[in-house]
């Protein structure tokens, strides 16, 4: 087996037992992202050389001293220029270490040494004066930053053709979209060049690209890892969280990144498990809930199917499968595009040529202000801005923001009741499988691909993106579990008991299909 075939879980294991060193994962990456990245376009910025990077960070390390213990103490920088912002976090998982493990970050995630972009024009070639948590976890741990991922301008879409530099593509059909946001995250996974990587969940994000590109992607509670550094798009609904190519690697992830920090307010303050605790425990006994109304709606065919024998996996492994009622789909979703493109307009009204990035020059502030808007942020963030600025403007508020955060009260409410008959649910993630780049699609079509996904944000509850198989194209299917909150260990044991026995491969071909 070639290195970059690995999963994380097999790298740890081939390091801990010598049978690898780490300049030996870096640089069995690095020749993979180089043969595979001019196809696939995954990467928005990367480090030249990552075993250079590793041995510049050892070096560093050395000379601040051991940070073997940094979830009781400050997380400092592995790389220069990193900031040492103290970084608290008790999860009671110290054992596993990403030492020579690369990791790629979206775009919108704050690094100092590489760009963060977000995907957009009016941060092209921005560099921030600090790091995020989850950078300085990854870096703590001895994991070397292995690039940043294109994205969707700002989180904003679900194909990564919105991003204002590049097009990603499908690694199992290079015609195809890798989905989004998180497009560069899934695809740079699913095609090898990282054993895993961290996207961003605002309304899918992380489990729709993670079901187009085949891989696991996990969403987890609000709360559980810090934002601290990721570029705001809604700040009630974004959630970091791990895209890998198996069960296991996520809650190995999840481990690293997840904890209490002083430097986000939103940061849930938990006594934080061991996420990898029940990975080997059986599903049998457990209950799982299906939404059949959600198999009724306008959805693909092979997605239905797909649902239907995960379903009957389930029964045979000895567990229950009822069938449940969830709120209106397409009530979660309306809800869902008041409060994101509200919060949207609030949070990106920083960016005016005064502080970050780009300037376009004018005859006042107010022109300046206008031009540098106008031709940095591309149409689908303009259209989003606008869309939320009405939302919230004089005699609308109250028509429509304020009625979305009751609907919104009203599907957690639900979905937590559901939650005290049920130990798991399962559905679809999307309503298709990945479409072809270049789709003249209407954007209400795009927007209802996050049909299955958004009522998870508006909840805050955690769910999984997990393979399930492919269709007659060749291109991925999988399978949506959501969990009660803080429930990830639960999730991540139903995951990965269903995980085996559906055994989905999960490292593209790269050669237009399977």
Known sequence: MKIYEMTLAQLIEARESKKVKPEEILAAYQARTEEVEEKVRSFLDRPRDLTAEYQNSQLNRNSHGSQNNQNDKSTKSSNSGQSNHSNQNNQPNKKTTLTGIPVALKANMATCRLT?????RILENYRTPYQSTVANKITGSGGVIAGKTNMDEFAMGSTTEHSAFQVTRNPWNLNHVPGGSSGGSAAAVAAGEVPCALGSDTGGSIRQPAAFCGVVGLKPTYGVVSRYGLAAFASSLDQIGPLTRRVEDAAIMLNIISGADP??????????????ARLEQDISGMTFGLPASYLEMD????????????AEKLKEAGAEVREITLPPAD??????????????????ARYDGVQYGVRQSGKN????????????????????????TFALSSGYQDELYKQALKVRT?????????????DIILGPNSPT?????????DPLDVYYTDIFTVPVNISGFPALSLPSGFSKEGLPLSVQLIGPAFGEVELLQAASGLEKRLDVPTLAALEGGR
């Not at 963060?116 to 957009?120: K, R």
């Not at 430097?263 to 990898?276: E, Q, V």
């Not at 959805?299 to 995960?310: A, N, R, S």
């Not at 009530?331 to 990106?348: D, R």
Request: hydrophobic share 40%.
């Open 116 to 120: 963060t972009s977000c995907g957009s």
């Open 263 to 276: 430097l986000d307010s939103t940061s849930a303050r938990i006594d934080y498990p061991d996420y990898t």
């Open 299 to 310: 959805i693909d065919g092979e997605i239905k199917d797909q649902v239907l024998q995960v």
């Open 331 to 348: 009530l979660a979703l309306a809800a869902y595009y008041i409060i994101a493109t509200a919060e949207a307009s609030s949070n990106l």
């Open 365 to 388: 502030v107010l022109e300046m202000f206008v031009n540098t808007r106008s031709s940095s942020f591309g149409p689908e963030v303009k259209r989003r801005i606008m869309l939320g």
């Open 410 to 422: 009203l599907i957690k409410e639900k979905y937590e009741k559901v939650f005290t008959e049920v």
């Open 433 to 441: 499988p990945a479409f072809k780049i270049g789709e003249d699609m």
